[in-house]
């Protein structure tokens, strides 16, 4: 599961050049090849955005496809950074959550 996959618009993950020329190769945006990299690698992901536009683009990555060699060059981009690490006090706060339909 892919939580952040944007790393909370992150501009120095989002600005990496590999993104920027495979968005001009396939008319997408960053984010975009960004969300299709963790889709194709198999991760359930869960951008988050209140902006419709960002959410309309964020689910139009499924027309296009990834070569071997652009994942693999995606991959080594791998800093080591994480921008979402679960706790157990948060698995228990998930949990336990129940929406409110009624107000």
Do not use: C
Request: glycine fraction near 6%.
């Amino acid at each position: 599961m892919s939580w952040y996959p944007l790393g909370h618009g992150d501009r120095s993950l989002i600005n990496e050049p590999v993104f920027a020329k495979l968005a001009e190769k396939y008319g997408k945006s960053s984010a975009q090849i960004i969300l299709r990299w963790h889709t194709q690698m198999g991760f359930a992901v869960i951008p988050g955005s209140k902006n419709i536009d960002h959410i309309r683009d964020n689910l139009d990555i499924m027309d296009f496809r990834l070569t071997d060699e652009e994942m693999a060059e995606i991959a080594k981009l791998n800093k080591g950074v994480r921008y979402y690490t679960r706790t157990d006090e948060a698995l228990a706060g998930f949990a336990s959550w129940r929406p409110q339909f009624e107000r």
